[in-house]
């Protein structure tokens, strides 16, 4: 069975205290992999989408990374506005090529 | 440009009533879903209809959800009856052609307690 884990459920950081979510996933036949943030009482919304081994995406503060077996979010000196819950989530052709989502880790940044 | 609208924002009901959500999608995007999001889990995927028609509903538990979308726009879920386990937010989403790898715009969800 198709299956995506996130680590850690939760992160406490301090302001400029720069860390990394995990999200290892095992599917047969991956297309992409998803980031999405969702913050408190809002729906999803997208970040990233990586395809291959070996990509990287950046966006302001945030730089995607994947291989064969996870992806890592890494949050280079993050401010409290980045606080919010980070979700991972795969896609591939044997689920119909639904997002499978992840937990998500739960990220809170302290002035 | 407008995101995808949901509505009620919110919903209590005792079980074994109904309730039925609604959402509009993005204009012109032709794939609309619907997700269930129970508290500290990720969204899992209901239905997602592809204009008027459906896709996938492999995970709808089809004796109590129903879903529509007519004219392929707009869209309602309903529950009938309700269970304690469909405590949760439903959130709709929606996306321009439904093609692997595209992004999907979220609402904010509607959330449902059921008591």
């Known amino acids: 069975e198709d299956q995506v884990t996130q680590s850690p459920e939760a992160l406490r950081l301090q302001e400029g205290e720069s860390s990394s979510l995990n999200c290892s996933y095992t599917?047969?036949?991956?297309?992409?992999l998803f980031w999405y943030r969702q913050d408190p009482g809002k729906g999803p919304e997208f970040l990233f989408t990586?395809?291959?081994a070996g990509e990287e995406k950046e966006k302001e503060r945030l730089k995607a990374t994947l291989t064969k077996k996870e992806s890592f979010l890494h949050i280079t000196a993050p401010k409290p506005e980045d606080s919010a819950t980070y979700l991972c989530?795969?896609?591939?052709?044997?689920?119909?090529?639904?997002?499978?989502f992840g937990t998500g880790t739960r990220l809170q940044v302290f002035p | 440009e407008a995101g995808v609208a949901q509505s009620p924002r919110y919903k209590i009901i005792e079980k074994r009533q109904s309730v039925a959500f609604w959402c509009n999608p993005i204009s012109g995007h032709a794939t609309l879903y619907w997700y269930q999001q129970i508290l500290g889990q990720g969204p899992k995927l209901l239905i997602q209809f592809q204009n008027n028609g459906v896709v996938d509903d492999s995970q709808l538990p089809k004796d109590r959800f129903s879903a529509e979308r007519l004219k392929g726009v707009d869209s309602t879920l309903k529950i009938q009856p309700a269970k304690l386990e469909d405590s949760a937010v439903y959130l709709c989403a929606s996306s321009p052609t439904g093609t692997a790898n595209e992004k999907l715009f979220f609402g904010s969800g509607t959330q449902l307690s059921v008591l």
């Open positions: 990586l395809y291959s």
């Open positions: 599917v047969s036949g991956l297309r992409g």
């Open positions: 989530a795969v896609q591939a052709p044997r689920n119909t090529d639904k997002l499978i």
